[in-house]
């Protein structure tokens, strides 16, 4: 009785985790909830998360049932298993484990992101264990497809957006970004075009057809030269194998070399496919570190910790620190990357060599496993081979080439595991039995561990339902916070704190306090309440963002964050803020030595304080780091004119300027400190040399234009500030000037003083 019990439990549970798979596999591709303050990346995360493991949790209690267990018996098991482990020590020893062990939630390189991939991997050859359960998971994978293909078609080609969440540009989409569609889009070029290959005439042939058109089309208008240039690797590899096994002979022109050729065709038809593109009003800018700037910032991380690497998931940390100073004069200057060049280079970084070492012998094995899985499949089982191995590889290839996100790295291991798992099958890979039922060691460890892996699981989802109830109030509260209601934004972001507890969140919180005290000091009630409410407020405010820098003091916007809660309350004369702001900004510099806006922020301190020689002094600093750093020298003329040298300054700035023709930088605190001497012509010249060099100095263009506009030539001055919109939409300012000039008005009527020149900071934000 006993024993039919057991054999009942083991079965129910072997279905139940088979079909969640297949729905887990169906749904993730376009699985989107609208709760969080990033829907679609979040969303998948965490639907993986819990997915993964509830089908562990029933795996397990399953297999405890049925009294056995099948594994690997193989170096590529135990090398999966060294790559996980050094995650893992990697995350114990990070510079922040804060970050390391979970993220937000979305990222894919933090250690539970690792070993979430990895279990994916494991559940995929244990629970798919036969070719029937690997057909039936790769089919789940191309139906889902069409939800994507048809939501695009609206989307994109007849600009009908069927869901506002995700927005109505032409790019958007339920996948991820635009660059990632593609990529995904590209693998079901490759798989159903293998299945096409093989699969005898029926409805299902037809519906592959449909597929394989759709993904074509959509691959078209994403148009990533990557995609096809890989697939055209790939399917050289696939149909060298496939007529080398003596098939497709009698007929040439096979599906796989069809796509082959539409893939080379593709790749030379760059300009055509781009020029439709425009006419779809399809616009995508993706900005990431190449290879070459992220091998420097590895080589920065590796001098600290060769072995292990800065931490999982702290490749903005090591890129704030280690970026080369090339960066400096691109304008992506103060891009914070959160990943390198692809997945894998950036798993340099953050893992260091035994981490990486590990995969690339790991995936030395996938392949010598895959080639051999070819040469020795079987008819009946070679096109599962063929399309597990080849999406694998396929997507392998992007690891190192793109830096994916959730969206791209799940399906990567997912089919990796299906392949191991055909492999196992096929007796490529030799498998290793353990009995839960025999009184051994082997039997008795395997048993610890299945229950060991129960709870683990079962605690794992507890915790993530806490960390993802936060991001849900966490986007309650901006979205309050954006409409203004910031005592309803304060309550969210205190419960997401209260289950939560991360940097981000604290920051998000410090900043809403700032717009508290604001409203305090301009609201109507008696000095008495506003003070107690403002005491209230302040240490409220300075208690998350000190917090928010003690839980991870190596990013530097969390010293940035307290040093501006600081900066601003200087002016109320508050015993040692200005201290306290000062040691914030030179705690952001030392974590992110190559960047200017510490010490920017560090000179402004120092010019509240009145100590305009030490607010050079940091100027200077900024302005060694970033030569043409606008808002550094733009303060620096500001000081001057208050010290009232401009002559002498214009002096020192021609120097500079002789020495260094081509240093905008220097041309643009030149030509404003002539601006502020009146001597418009001069200041002409410099700024037009400054325009020449980088067309787009928003900044020399503004002061330029105002030249114009003084000079009566409105036509020109309309010219400049029509070109620093273009550069820069959303800057209100410029398009009252704008107004203005087309009104044939000065361009700075009815805008509020002060005079450009006399401001604080630079009138565009860069």
């Not at 376009?30 to 819990?50: E, I, M, N, Q, R």
């Not at 039997?443 to 129960?454: E, R, Y």
């Not at 361009?747 to 565009?764: N, Q, T």
């Amino acid at each position: 009785m006993l024993e039919r019990f057991r054999e009942q439990v083991a079965g129910f549970g072997s279905n139940a985790s088979e079909w969640l798979f297949y729905v887990l596999t169906f749904i993730f591709p376009f699985f989107v909830l609208p709760y969080t303050v990033f829907p679609v990346a979040l969303s998948k995360s965490y639907l993986v998360y819990f997915g993964v493991l509830i089908i562990g949790i029933i795996y397990f209690i399953s297999a405890l049932q049925s009294g056995g267990i099948k594994i690997p018996k193989s170096l590529i098991g135990v090398f999966l298993l060294v790559f996980i482990a050094s995650v893992a020590v990697s995350g114990l020893i990070s510079k922040s484990t804060h970050v390391s062990f979970s993220g937000i939630g979305s990222e894919p390189g933090t250690l539970s992101a690792i070993g979430i991939f990895a279990l994916t991997l494991i559940f995929a050859f244990l629970i798919i264990d036969s070719e029937e359960k690997t057909f039936r998971t790769i089919l789940a994978l191309l139906g889902s497809f069409l939800v994507l293909a048809i939501f695009q078609i609206f989307q994109t080609l007849l600009k009908v957006p069927l869901w506002s969440l995700v927005g109505g540009a032409a790019t958007a989409n339920l996948f991820g970004s635009w660059n990632e569609l593609g990529i995904f889009s590209g693998l079901v070029v490759l798989l159903s075009s293998i299945f096409l290959e093989f699969l005898p005439r029926s409805y299902l042939k037809t519906a592959l057809w449909v597929i394989l058109i759709s993904s074509l089309i959509l691959t078209a208008l994403v148009n990533l030269s990557l995609v096809w240039w890989t697939l055209s690797g790939i399917l050289i590899v696939l149909l060298a194998y496939h007529y080398s096994q003596g098939r497709g002979t009698s007929n040439i022109f096979r599906v796989t070399f069809a796509i082959l050729l539409i893939s080379l065709v593709m790749l030379f038809s760059g300009k055509l496919i781009g020029d439709i593109g425009d006419q779809l009003k399809i616009q995508f800018i993706e900005v990431r570190p190449n290879l070459e700037f992220t091998l420097k910032t590895a080589a920065g991380s590796l001098s600290e910790n060769a072995a292990f690497g800065y931490g999982p998931n702290t490749f903005a940390y090591a890129w704030a620190k280690h970026r080369p100073l090339e960066i400096l004069s691109t304008p992506f200057w103060q891009a914070r990357f959160n990943a390198g060049y692809g997945f894998v280079p950036t798993i340099l970084v953050t893992t260091g060599l035994v981490g990486t070492l590990s995969l690339l012998v790991f995936l030395g094995f996938l392949l010598y496993y895959g080639f051999k899985g070819l040469v020795k499949s079987t008819p009946s089982s070679s096109f599962l081979i063929l399309a597990t191995f080849g999406g694998s590889l396929y997507m392998w290839v992007f690891a190192f080439l793109y830096a994916g996100g959730f969206a791209l790295i799940f399906p990567t291991f997912l089919l990796t595991g299906l392949f191991l798992g055909l492999a196992m099958q096929n007796g490529i890979l030799e498998k290793f039995e353990i009995s839960l039922f025999e009184r051994s060691i082997a039997g008795f460890v395997g048993a610890l561990l299945l229950i060991f892996f129960i709870v683990l699981g079962a605690s794992w989802v507890s915790i993530l339902a806490q960390k993802y109830y936060a991001s849900i109030l966490y986007g309650e509260g901006v979205k309050y916070a954006n409409a203004g209601d910031l005592d309803n934004a304060g309550d969210a972001f205190t419960r997401t704190i209260k289950f939560d507890k991360r940097d981000m969140y604290l920051r998000g919180y410090a900043d809403l306090g700032l717009l508290k005290l604001q409203r305090i000091v301009d609201s109507s009630a008696t000095d008495e309440e506003k003070r107690t409410q403002f005491q209230s407020v302040l240490t409220d405010t300075i208690d998350k963002a000190q917090e928010a820098s003690n839980i991870n003091p190596i990013d530097s916007l969390n010293w940035m964050n307290l040093g501006k809660v600081y900066e601003a309350v200087i002016p109320f004369r508050i015993q040692g803020v200005i201290e306290l702001a000062q040691n914030a900004y030179a705690k952001a510099a030392e974590t992110a030595q190559t960047n200017p806006e510490a010490y920017l922020a560090g000179a402004r301190v120092e010019i509240l304080k009145n100590d305009l020689s030490k607010a050079k002094e940091f100027l200077d600093k900024a302005i060694d780091i970033k030569k043409d750093y606008a808002e550094a020298h733009f303060l620096s003329a500001q000081i001057d004119a208050t010290r009232g040298n401009i002559a002498g300054a214009i002096k020192s700035a021609e120097n500079t300027a002789y020495l260094a023709p081509n240093d905008v930088g220097v041309l643009f605190q030149l030509g404003l400190l002539y601006y502020q001497n009146a001597q418009l012509a001069e200041s002409q010249i410099v700024l037009e040399r400054a325009v020449s060099i980088i067309p787009s100095y928003s900044n020399a263009r503004y002061f330029l234009g105002l030249i114009y506009a003084k000079q009566g030539n409105k036509n020109k001055a309309l010219e400049h500030f029509l070109k620093i919109e273009e550069l820069n939409p959303t800057n209100t300012e410029v398009k009252k000037i704008i107004a203005n000039l087309s009104a044939g008005k000065d361009p700075l009527f009815e805008i509020a003083p002060p005079a450009p020149e006399k401001r604080p900071s630079v009138p565009v934000k860069q």
